[in-house]
């Protein structure tokens, strides 16, 4: 049974790693599996809302339902997201977005040689900080920390800074959080401190909590 009612209400996702080009064949990007972010889309859905999921590369099928947008680069991500935010109500940012890319893009394959290489990383957008920069008052954004120490310091850090109303903080030293498995061991904190703690759970019960609760945000304006 659904955990809230989200009808009417349109809700960005953002999921997956983001894949950051050094030549036509080769990249950097991360362990991130999509799980949690396409959870939270299913949650969103089973909710009554229209859902936007905005994924980098992952293995898993398009929830029924759901109009989802394939991103390859944190640019292009970007792009996605600033399309669809003017309708937003929610945005949750569930990827893990590479913070550096190759300065340079080679356009013909890198050839190796006798030498060692060095290759210059270059900082991506901030997708997250930049929807909290364009933030309308009746907007909710959410975002997620994975951290292995100091949890809600660093991620209350990170809440203010990107202006974020809720993040969800998963210490990803902990078996069972985290990256590519189906569990995960969330805390969720706002401004003023701890609002939701959440024993290990499949990412599935996980993103319909943190839905009901997002859901009690957005009623309670
Ligand atoms: O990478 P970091 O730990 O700062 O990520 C915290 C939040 O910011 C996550 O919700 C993530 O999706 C988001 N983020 C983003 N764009 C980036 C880096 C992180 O939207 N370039």
Same mark, same amino acid.
């Given at each position: 049974?659904?955990?809230?009612?989200? %009808?009417?209400?349109?809700?960005?996702?953002?999921?997956?790693?983001?894949?950051?080009?050094?030549?036509?064949?080769?990249?950097?990007?991360?362990? %991130?599996?999509?799980?949690?972010?396409?959870?939270?889309?299913?949650?969103?859905?089973?909710?009554?809302?229209?859902?936007? &999921?905005?994924?980098? @590369?992952?293995?898993?099928?398009?929830?029924?339902?759901?109009?989802?947008?394939?991103?390859?680069?944190?640019?292009?991500?970007?792009?996605?997201?600033?399309?669809?935010? @003017?309708?937003?109500?929610?945005?949750?940012?569930?990827?893990?977005?590479?913070?550096?890319?190759?300065?340079?893009?080679?356009?013909?394959?890198?050839?190796?040689?006798?030498?060692?290489?060095?290759?210059?990383?270059?900082?991506? @957008?901030?997708?997250?900080?930049?929807?909290?920069?364009?933030?309308?008052?009746?907007?909710? &954004?959410?975002?997620?920390?994975?951290?292995?120490?100091?949890?809600?310091?660093?991620?209350?850090?990170?809440?203010?800074?990107?202006?974020?109303?809720?993040?969800?903080?998963?210490?990803?030293?902990?078996?069972?959080?985290?990256?590519?498995?189906?569990?995960?061991?969330?805390?969720?904190?706002?401004?003023? +401190?701890?609002? !939701?703690?959440? @024993?290990?759970?499949?990412?599935?019960?996980?993103?319909?909590?943190?839905?009901? !609760?997002? +859901?009690?945000? !957005?009623?309670?304006?």
């Amino acid at each position: 049974e659904p955990v809230t009612d989200l %009808s009417g209400k349109c809700v960005i996702v953002t999921a997956g790693p983001t894949r950051e080009p050094m030549d036509p064949v080769r990249f950097l990007t991360n362990r %991130s599996s999509g799980k949690m972010g396409y959870a939270l889309a299913e949650a969103a859905r089973d909710a009554g809302a229209e859902v936007v &999921l905005i994924s980098g @590369p992952v293995s898993l099928e398009t929830p029924y339902g759901v109009r989802r947008v394939d991103v390859g680069t944190a640019d292009e991500m970007l792009d996605a997201v600033l399309r669809d935010l @003017p309708r937003a109500d929610v945005v949750i940012k569930a990827a893990a977005v590479a913070d550096y890319r190759p300065a340079q893009v080679a356009d013909y394959k890198i050839k190796k040689s006798g030498e060692e290489m060095v290759v210059r990383l270059e900082r991506t @957008p901030d997708i997250a900080e930049e929807v909290g920069r364009r933030k309308q008052s009746h907007q909710l &954004l959410v975002g997620f920390a994975a951290e292995t120490d100091h949890v809600e310091t660093y991620a209350q850090d990170k809440l203010k800074r990107k202006n974020m109303d809720l993040i969800v903080a998963n210490d990803v030293t902990q078996p069972g959080a985290g990256f590519e498995g189906d569990t995960n061991i969330v805390t969720v904190y706002d401004r003023d +401190g701890e609002v !939701l703690r959440l @024993p290990k759970l499949s990412k599935r019960e996980v993103a319909r909590r943190l839905i009901g !609760l997002i +859901g009690e945000r !957005l009623h309670a304006r």
